[in-house]
């Protein structure tokens, strides 16, 4: 309870830090990874192709698929020809891994910067008041830079084999189709395709913003220090 009326003591609302560099690139990345872990997290498509039968009317297959993109958990079925029997088949490739790396970045990367704007609105005079809040702020962004850097080129390369492998020319060849299988409307993608490219927006701003919080540790060296009256002498008259 005494630490909770210490934080809320030392509370002061200060919008001034959205004036300057830090303040409001931080405000960009924290809208930017919404953008960037929302257009992946949650997404669902659909691919298309019909299996059409001599003497039959065109039936239309329908596979989906979504986030995290393990693509064996949804099967569709192919009906044969004679209508005998209906095979039970799945899309193929997992690629998880990539999609859940990049989403989870862009979460504790909104995270933090939650946490960070709050210290600088709020608690301005304590992240100043030494130099380990910037210090370790600049190794906390540093840190996130390399994080999009590494997650959005691991996710750009899993959205392309996700396309390959809903791609509808890619499906008919299956051996269940037995040439009877025609491609039909590729799935929208527009939404991840906008991920990635949220993801580098992404590492450009937490780069840029190293800089700005660089500024504010003891080691940037200001290159033109204002002279005192004992470094530059008694002033001339």
């Not at 960037?36 to 329908?62: D, M, N, R, S």
């Amino acid at each position: 309870m005494d630490a909770v009326q210490k934080l809320t003591s030392g509370f002061s609302l200060d919008m001034g830090p959205l004036k300057e560099p830090l303040g409001f690139i931080r405000v960009l990345e924290w809208v930017f990874a919404i953008f960037a872990f929302a257009t992946t997290g949650g997404y669902t498509g659909t691919t298309h192709f019909t299996v059409k039968c001599p003497g039959l009317t065109k039936k239309l297959i329908e596979p989906m698929f979504g986030y995290p993109f393990r693509l064996p958990a949804y099967p569709y079925n192919i009906e044969s020809c004679n209508g005998s029997q209906v095979n039970q088949t799945f899309l193929q490739g997992d690629f998880s891994s990539s999609a859940e790396f990049f989403v989870c970045v862009g979460v504790f990367g909104f995270l933090y910067c939650t946490a960070t704007l709050i210290l600088y609105l709020g608690y301005q005079n304590v992240y100043r008041q030494t130099s380990r809040g910037p210090i370790v702020d600049l190794v906390v962004t540093a840190a996130f830079s390399f994080l999009w850097l590494v997650s959005s080129s691991a996710w750009g390369k899993g959205l392309t084999d996700v396309k390959w492998a809903t791609n509808p020319d890619q499906l008919v060849k299956i051996p269940l189709c037995n040439g009877n299988c025609e491609p039909g409307e590729f799935p929208s993608m527009g939404r991840l395709n906008a991920s990635v490219t949220f993801g580098f927006l992404n590492l450009i701003l937490w780069a840029s913003n190293c800089w700005f919080i660089f500024k504010e540790t003891p080691f940037h060296k200001d290159p033109n220090p204002p002279a005192t009256m004992e470094e530059g002498g008694a002033p001339e008259p």
